[in-house]
């Protein structure tokens, strides 16, 4: 990661044992730090048992090793390193106050995205250095990720990835004192997967109390059934030739389940990017806080994670400040052959969606060209309608004083689009991390990383941020950052009518 040097940091005590970091000019890193034992042998396919301690100082001085195993692609958005070694369950602490137990500084808690089955805490896209000069310590947290953490085992607990996320923020609650942090002052976030991550801890009973706000950037609220994750878990099993429960599973090694999972880490009947107008428009009104197309992800358990939207009209969470939303691109891409814009604009009118938000659809995708059109509809349901529809519903349970939605709407230099991943250099203000030059060109404007990174401190430290709360503004109201400062309050006025929460 960038910033490190080789001076050594002060020494800290955890509930494992003592550790070191890399001291750096402000601040200093304490690299693949265990929050939990390693996930293997009898504690395979388990939840998080606590870190095995050890005597001496452990030097954490670089990441460790990492819950995926492969890379997701030989070219991905953000650089996510996968690094070998059983120790998974591990966190990375960036400090301006390493040691200093009475300093008090708030904590971002970061949970990396990648469909739950892909990401790195590694990136140098989630190094905490600029949050640190502003006073926050950050800890970005890993996860098991795909089958091994959110597949279906008779005799093993679901959502062991997020029992492993809960983990740490224990961890982060009993420890993150001794690093100069507040454990009263968490602020749990991420994106993608991260982002959906953030939601259902925010609802769930096994994490209240954990954390006191909450960021979501990019993700859908959606879960699984429990019924359709033991369908796949079962078909998945006689596919590879093993018995569906721990025994079977635990026969076979990483990469046996790796060589395979893929094929089974889909969910039918979910529309995708191509699906026909009609069809997209009617998932946004059936579920408008979105549905994973993703087998291996969050399950509806009743103990872990509660059925999302049920569970935020339940007032789940309402007392947790949330600020969520998403980029105005997302995953779009050119179609061709697809819907064209004609069919996708006739499809929403006879919907009910009105011509001012219409126009907002065409909007982008007059930008972008109209081999675009279907995807930017399928972005409107899968990425930007659950934002609108969380902080509707929210606002319906009085949380809306306590919940801000905001609008990425920066075009990248290099394809013209405000696509997912390009916000988080952004926040993190990192943009000359390894990777940003690639995929936002040689300038990205700083002007908008100090304008977004400093709402992502205040909201972190103070828990609010500069603009109208939900409960203020028209639904689907939000700050945009782009080329200008704006608060818009039509941001989503197109994912409103989709949903049908105008």
Known sequence: MSGQSNRVAPTISTSAGTVSGVQRPDSAAYLGVPFAAPPTGERRFLAPQPPVPWHGVRACDASGPTPQRRPFGDVTTIPEPSNAGDDTLNVNVFTPAPGDRDALQPVLVWVHGGGYFAGSPASPWYDGRSFARDGVVTVVLSYRLGFDGFGWIDGAPLNRGLLDQIAALEWVRDNIRGFGGDPARVTIAGQS????????????????????GAISQSGAAGALSAAGAERTGRRFAAAIGVSPDLSGWRSLTEDQILDRQTEFNQVPDVPGMASPPTELIAAARRTPAGSLPLAFAPVVDDEIVLAPVEAIRAGAGAEVPLLLGATRNEFAFPIPGAASVREIVAAASAAGCTEAAVARYRLEVD?????YAASQLAVAQMFRAPAVHVGAERSRRGAGQ????YDFAHHSAVDGTSSHCYDLPFSWDVLDAPGVERVLGAEPPQQLADRMHADWVRFITDGTVGWPAVAEAPIGAARVYGDEPAFDESAYGFEVELTGDQ
């Not at 953030?198 to 109390?209: F, I, M, Q």
């Not at 306590?402 to 939605?405: D, E």
């Open 193 to 212: 997967a991260g982002g959906g991550s953030v939601l259902a801890l925010l609802t769930s009973p096994r994490a209240a109390g954990l954390f006191r």
């Open 367 to 371: 930008r972008l060209g109209p081999a």
């Open 402 to 405: 306590r919940t801000w939605l």
